[in-house]
Antibody, heavy 124, light 103 residues
Framework: QVQLQESGPGLVKPSETLSLTCAVSGYSISSGYYWGWIRQPPGKGLEWIGSIYHSGSTYYNPSLKSRVTISVDTSKNQFSLKLSSVTAADTAVYYC?????????????????WGQGTLVTVSS | DIQMTQSPSSLSASVGDRVTITCRASQGISNYLAWYQQKPGKVPKLLIYAASTLQSGVPSRFSGSGSGTDFTLTISSLQPEDVATYYCQKSGTFGGGTKVEIK
């Protein structure tokens, strides 16, 4: 059974870089699948941040693309998120998840399973 | 970019009621739609994918339908444990969510 667990600082200062890691257990990242990050501001909806394949190919939400870097470390079976120049608007619960990608003419995927999520607060 | 619009944003119904949530895509997406359930303080859970396929372990009172631009999530008989916010999703875009409460 695949399990994902996010880790990283719960408090980040404005203008600094948010860094999170998602450790995967029960499945080898190098065997396949895409892996991704989603966030949810307190009391609000879900926002996809970006995704990565085990080969390192990445896809980012256009609205965040200039500030996001997602990387993968197959030797540690984990992938990571970096979000630069954060502001209070980046305060959210950050989830990592596995993507189930469907072969189609347009990009198609859904997220399953999800990690437990980690709250990151941006404040001085 | 595709926009996903859910309605209503919230609803209150009695136990045993039939509940319907709608999701509309700004352009045709075939059946490439998923539904998630997020109970208060919990992690989102995949309920339905490919518009109508029930994820393993999901109770049969949940069903999904639709294709193209209009989709529906139905709970045939609302139970107390169904109190949650439900989201539709097409790849990188989520709907705004529908909060379901018990009357």
């Amino acid at each position: 059974q695949v399990q994902l667990q996010e880790s990283g600082p719960g408090l980040v200062k404005p203008s600094e870089t948010l860094s999170l890691t998602c450790a995967v257990s029960g499945y080898s990242i190098s065997s396949g699948y895409y892996w991704g990050w989603i966030r949810q501001p307190p009391g609000k909806g879900l926002e996809w941040i970006g995704s990565i394949y085990h080969s390192g190919s990445t896809y980012y939400n256009p609205s965040l693309k200039s500030r996001v870097t997602i990387s993968v470390d197959t030797s540690k079976n984990q992938f990571s998120l970096k979000l630069s120049s954060v502001t209070a608007a980046d305060t959210a619960v950050y989830y990592c998840a596995r993507l189930v990608v469907v072969p189609a003419a347009m990009p198609v995927w859904w997220f399953d399973p999800w990690g437990q999520g980690t709250l990151v607060t941006v404040s001085s | 970019d595709i926009q996903m619009t859910q309605s209503p944003s919230s609803l209150s119904a009695s136990v045993g009621d039939r509940v319907t949530i709608t999701c509309r895509a700004s352009q045709g997406i075939s059946n490439y739609l998923a539904w998630y359930q997020q109970k208060p303080g919990k992690v989102p859970k995949l309920l339905i994918y490919a518009a109508s396929t029930l994820q393993s372990g999901v109770p049969s009172r949940f069903s999904g339908s639709g294709s193209g631009t209009d989709f529906t999530l139905t709970i045939s008989s609302l139970q107390p444990e169904d109190v949650a916010t439900y989201y539709c999703q097409k790849s990188g875009t989520f709907g705004g969510g529908t909060k379901v409460e018990i009357k």
